[in-house]
T-cell receptor, first 112, second 114 residues
């Protein structure tokens, strides 16, 4: 059964810092991995989707990498801003390909 | 360009009452999902559907029923609400879980059972 963990659970950084969020999974046979952002009181917004054949994806200041062999993905945020404050979750299709397994999330606070 | 729309956004029920949460998507997605999100528990799948007329149980299906009579709509029903069902409910949809298309979420329904 696929399990997804995220470290750290919470992170607080000053504005302007570069930071890395981590996502680990137990079964390396994945089709893709998604990173989501959730603002308080809102639903999840997809940030990046990495296909299993890719090593990384970039969108603006965000860069997500994928290392299937080690069961890890990282989300790199460059030059963080207060508006980046949110909870970030990663998700992977389960072994049957019909559902998604979500990590517990990392709560990020970027201080002005 | 609505995406995934959930109705209602807020609701307060008394124990034993029933209600239906509606999820509508306009992206012609095959797969639809109902999750609940509770503090410290993360997102947990209640039921899901892989196409019109199909439904399946997720991780925490007890006390809930679902229907997918039309491709664009996925309904979640609580027959006899219990305080343990107080939660934030999210609906999501995707083309399919193997695709390169992301999963889209609604803004949630905040449900309180007194």
């Amino acid at each position: 059964k696929q399990e997804v963990t995220q470290i750290p659970a919470a992170l607080s950084v000053p504005e302007g810092e570069n930071l890395v969020l981590n996502c680990s999974f137990t079964d390396s046979a994945i089709y893709n991995l998604q990173w989501f952002r959730q603002d308080p009181g809102k639903g999840l917004t997809s940030l990046l989707l990495i296909q299993s054949s890719q090593r990384e994806q970039t969108s603006g200041r965000l860069n997500a990498s994928l290392d299937k062999s080690s069961g890890r993905s990282t989300l790199y945020i460059a030059a963080s801003q207060p508006g980046d404050s949110a909870t970030y979750l990663c998700a992977i299709p389960d072994n049957y390909g019909q559902n998604f397994v979500f990590g517990p999330g990392t709560r990020l606070s970027v201080l002005p | 360009n609505a995406g995934v729309t959930q109705t209602p956004k807020f609701r307060v029920l008394k124990t034993g009452q029933s209600m239906t949460l509606l999820c509508a998507q306009d992206m012609n997605h095959e797969y639809m999902y109902w999750y609940r999100q509770d503090p410290g528990m993360g997102l947990r799948l209640i039921h899901y559907s892989v196409g019109e007329g199909t439904t399946a149980k997720g991780e925490v299906p007890d006390g809930y029923n679902v229907s997918r009579l039309k491709k664009q709509n996925f309904l979640l029903g609580l027959e006899s609400a219990a305080p343990s069902q107080t939660s934030v409910y999210f609906c999501a949809s995707t083309l399919d879980s193997y695709s390169n298309q992301p999963q889209h979420f609604g803004d949630g329904t905040r449900l309180s059972i007194l």
